[in-house]
C-alpha cells in the first residue's frame, strides 16, 4: 500500500491506501512531500517532530493534519517526509491524531512549492483491504 500522485487540472491529487485510517493518512502526506519533490535524502539532517492534530470529522481531521505539515514546512523550513500517524475516534464528533514527521531541510532538496490542502473532492473510505484516501492540493 502507499500513495500514487494524480493529476487534476492545475493541481496535483494524491490518493493513498494503507490497511489502518493513520497509515493512509501517513501515506497521503509521503505523497504531498512527493508532489513537492521528486526525491529526498534517506538519513534525516533534523530530529522528527511530533503532530497532534483533533477535529470534528475525519475529513477536517485530515485537512488539519495536512495543513499543519505545510505550516511547519514554512515555519521550520523543511519537508516532512517519512510520515507516520495513528487515528482514533475519541467521541462522537472528535477525531484524534497523534503523528510524527522527519524533516529533510529544504536546503538539502529541490522541492516546488504546494500552496495549499483542499476539501475539493476529498475522499475518505473504507475498503476491503483497508482505507482510502483522495486529496487535491494546490499548487
Given at each position: 500500500m502507499g500513495y500514487e500522485l494524480r493529476q487534476h487540472t492545475a493541481d496535483v491529487a494524491v490518493e493513498a491506501t494503507d490497511e489502518t485510517l493513520g497509515g493512509a493518512?501517513?501515506?497521503?502526506?509521503?505523497?504531498?512531500?512527493?508532489?513537492?519533490?521528486?526525491?529526498?535524502?534517506?538519513?534525516?539532517?533534523?530530529?522528527r517532530f511530533a503532530i497532534d492534530v483533533t477535529a470534528e470529522s475525519r475529513e477536517a481531521l485530515l485537512f488539519?493534519?495536512?495543513?499543519?505539515?505545510?505550516?511547519?514546512?514554512?515555519?521550520?523550513?523543511?519537508?516532512?517526509?517519512?510520515?507516520?500517524?495513528?487515528?482514533e475516534c475519541l467521541t462522537p464528533g472528535e477525531w484524534h491524531l497523534d503523528g510524527s514527521a522527519r524533516g529533510v531541510g529544504l536546503d538539502r532538496v529541490e522541492a516546488r512549492?504546494?500552496?495549499?490542502?483542499?476539501y475539493s473532492e476529498m475522499v475518505i473510505e473504507e475498503t476491503e483491504p483497508g482505507w482510502r484516501v483522495y486529496v487535491v492540493f494546490d499548487v
Amino acid at each position: 500500500m502507499g500513495y500514487e500522485l494524480r493529476q487534476h487540472t492545475a493541481d496535483v491529487a494524491v490518493e493513498a491506501t494503507d490497511e489502518t485510517l493513520g497509515g493512509a493518512f501517513g501515506a497521503a502526506a509521503d505523497g504531498m512531500a512527493a508532489a513537492m519533490c521528486a526525491d529526498w535524502p534517506a538519513d534525516g539532517d533534523r530530529d522528527r517532530f511530533a503532530i497532534d492534530v483533533t477535529a470534528e470529522s475525519r475529513e477536517a481531521l485530515l485537512f488539519d493534519y495536512l495543513d499543519e505539515l505545510i505550516y511547519r514546512r514554512d515555519v521550520r523550513l523543511v519537508l516532512p517526509v517519512d510520515n507516520r500517524a495513528q487515528i482514533e475516534c475519541l467521541t462522537p464528533g472528535e477525531w484524534h491524531l497523534d503523528g510524527s514527521a522527519r524533516g529533510v531541510g529544504l536546503d538539502r532538496v529541490e522541492a516546488r512549492d504546494l500552496k495549499a490542502v483542499t476539501y475539493s473532492e476529498m475522499v475518505i473510505e473504507e475498503t476491503e483491504p483497508g482505507w482510502r484516501v483522495y486529496v487535491v492540493f494546490d499548487v
